[in-house]
T-cell receptor
């Protein structure tokens, strides 16, 4: 079974530029998550989708971050304009559904450096 | 107070040692507890999860939950250099997964 796919793996941009990350979840997984992991910290949830609807985006900096999940499968996370503090790993994850007992599987992450 | 507290380490042990990794948590809502392992430049992978208090074993790994003291632990027996990674504890309630900061473990051969 294929895992969660993410691209690009690495990206270096200058501050105030924009960047987009793509995620393809495990087939059949209705719930998709985007996490931000800053060096030395645990992952922090940015946004959660159930199919193509947003369940939780309370920690998403909406002035610069946006995400969509069209057709309830792939998802894109965009940052515009980027700030230095956005340097982090952006992890996409998916699960069968939102129930507590469902395992959340992570992709390998997209590493962003803002200079 | 953070929902999940974890000592970031690093923790350095010789090969073959027993490793103990610990977390404390707040908020006692119905929840699962999980341990993820994260190798350098990789995403987290689920090692173990448990709901109830007590121990759960899987090979060299044992997860322990003490709900009365809000303490969760991961023990690694006969540690190997390949166990060198960051270990993240997490609690999950409903659709929300909250992580600790992660403990860096280095097993020296």
């Amino acid at each position: 079974e294929a895992g969660v796919a993410q691209s690009p793996r690495y990206k270096i941009i200058e501050k105030r530029q924009s960047v987009a990350f793509w995620c393809n979840p495990i087939s059949g997984h209705a719930t998709l998550y985007w996490y931000q992991q800053i060096l030395g910290q645990g992952p922090k949830l940015l946004i959660q989708f159930q199919n193509n609807g947003v369940v939780d985006d309370s920690q998403l900096p909406k002035d610069r971050f946006s995400a969509e999940r069209l057709k309830g499968v792939d998802s894109t996370l965009k940052i515009q304009p980027a700030k230095l503090e956005d340097s982090a790993v952006y992890l996409c994850a998916s699960s069968l559904g939102p129930a507590s007992g469902n395992t959340i599987y992570f992709g390998e992450g997209s590493w962003l450096t803002v200079v | 107070q953070k929902e999940v507290e974890q000592d970031p380490g690093p923790l350095s042990v010789p090969e073959g040692a027993i490793v103990s990794l610990n977390c404390t948590y707040s908020n006692s809502a119905f929840q699962y507890f999980m341990w993820y392992r994260q190798y350098s430049r990789k995403g987290p992978e689920l090692l173990m999860y448990t709901y109830s208090s007590g121990n759960k074993e899987d090979g060299r790994f044992t997860a322990q939950v003490d709900k009365s003291s809000k303490y969760i632990s991961l023990f690694i027996r006969d540690s190997q250099p390949s166990d060198s990674a960051t270990y993240l504890c997490a609690k999950k309630y409903g659709n929300k997964l909250v992580f600790g900061a992660g403990t860096i473990l280095r097993v020296k051969s």
